[in-house]
């Protein structure tokens, strides 16, 4: 059985994103799913100074860890003032010091979110340029706008017919060749 690791990028406890990636994880068949948390791998604000005296933190080798037993990751990204929220960005610092190719050739369906009209799409696309420079495999990608207008938040549904569907595509195109 595949695995796929899922996660919301933002350390947020009402994150969007990871409702977001909760209802596209809930299309897969025939996987196992792991939803982390970043909150779970938060570490001190990466800097070269904090490398020398700390060395490369347990949670960065950890976070490596999950992508190396995963075969495919679903991310959703918040959007921050046009680009990547801090805690992903710090996680980020940090595991790509360990393993440039922090994503190691793993197949990858990228979501974004946000209240507004575009639906993160700054940052989806920050994120497509990006990743693949970092070994991923970006199969297909998909911002949601609007969210409180396109999702259910107490059944956890997208409630637009035509983002659910581009949603569903998305993760269809997971594990395709």
Known sequence: MKKVIAFGASNSSRSINKKLVTYAISLLDD????VLDLNDY???LFSVDREDVLGQ??????FLQKIADCDGLIISFAENNGTYSAAYKNLYDWVSRIQPKVYRDKPMVLL???????GGKSVLELALSQIPRFGGLVKASVA???FGE???????????DEIAGQIHAA???LFAE
């Open 112 to 118: 974004s979110t946000s209240p507004g009209g575009r």
């Open 171 to 173: 993760i269809s195109r």
């Open 144 to 146: 949601v706008p609007s």
């Open 57 to 62: 933190p347990d949670l960065a080798k950890a």
């Open 31 to 34: 996987v196992d799913v792991e």
């Open 42 to 44: 938060e570490m001190p």
């Open 150 to 160: 396109n999702f259910d938040i107490e059944a956890g549904v997208i409630t637009n």
